[in-house]
């Protein structure tokens, strides 16, 4: 089972930040965190992950708490295109099989 | 940039009969993996394949499946006799080493009739 928690849907006004939360709070030493989205029934697309240290690239920032219970995706400026399913995961270091959860939808409207 | 390729986009079988599903995986990874979307609800775990054997399989993962690795860069899914509940999008996903993610490909739509 998904070993984590995210609202079912947002809404993002087009150009603002959407900030996406998850909790994971039987996160374990280590365990990664990763964000995927997925847009209508294409396969689900790497966006960013994390052990400890916040991270960002080119797509979106990631910011996990200290205590790594919960963390944040953020998305500095939604376009249209950004509208998707976006799963956060918690996967092991080992052969780190992937459990999806429900995710949250994310309307980004003009 | 590399990406995993999955083929054929959309294949249609008659139930009872047998399915392989193609991907090729990033060329210099080590890791693969099978996943299944029924429509409308959650990518589920089917099997992960490392050094040349299965390293996990889930509860869907039963005898009608299986997996090979018959040269260095393909990796197919056969379902032996394929059932109506088979029908779903098979994404197919390869990663580099330990820690760094999975990368998927666009998913097989199979359809049983």
């Known amino acids: 089972d998904a070993k984590t928690t995210q609202p079912p849907s947002m809404d993002c006004a087009e150009g603002r930040a959407a900030n996406l939360p998850c909790n994971h709070s039987t996160i374990s030493g280590n365990e990664y965190v990763y964000w995927y989205r997925q847009i209508h029934s294409q396969g689900p697309q790497y966006i960013i992950h994390?052990?400890?240290n916040n991270e960002t690239n080119e797509m979106a920032s990631l910011i996990i708490t200290e205590d790594r219970k919960s963390s944040t995706l953020i998305l500095p400026h939604a376009t249209l295109r950004d509208t998707a399913v976006y799963y956060c995961i918690v996967g092991e270091d080992n052969f780190n099989k992937f459990y999806f959860g429900s995710g949250t939808k994310l309307n980004v409207k003009p | 940039e590399p990406e995993v390729t999955q083929t054929p986009s959309h294949q249609v079988t008659q139930m009872g009969q047998e399915v392989i599903l193609r991907c090729v995986p990033i060329s210099n990874h080590l890791y693969f993996y099978w996943y299944r979307q029924i429509l409308g609800q959650k990518v589920e775990f089917l099997v992960s394949?490392?050094?040349?054997?299965?390293?996990?399989k889930s509860e869907i993962f039963d005898d009608q499946f299986s997996v090979e690795r018959p040269d260095g860069s393909n990796f197919t899914l056969k379902i032996r006799s394929t059932k109506l509940e088979d029908s779903a999008m098979y994404f197919c996903?390869?990663?580099?080493?330990?820690?760094?993610?999975?990368?998927f490909g666009d998913g097989t739509r199979l359809s049983i009739l």
């Open positions: 996903a390869s990663r580099e080493r330990r820690g760094e993610p999975q990368h």
């Open positions: 994390g052990l400890k």
């Open positions: 394949f490392y050094n040349n054997e299965i390293s996990e």
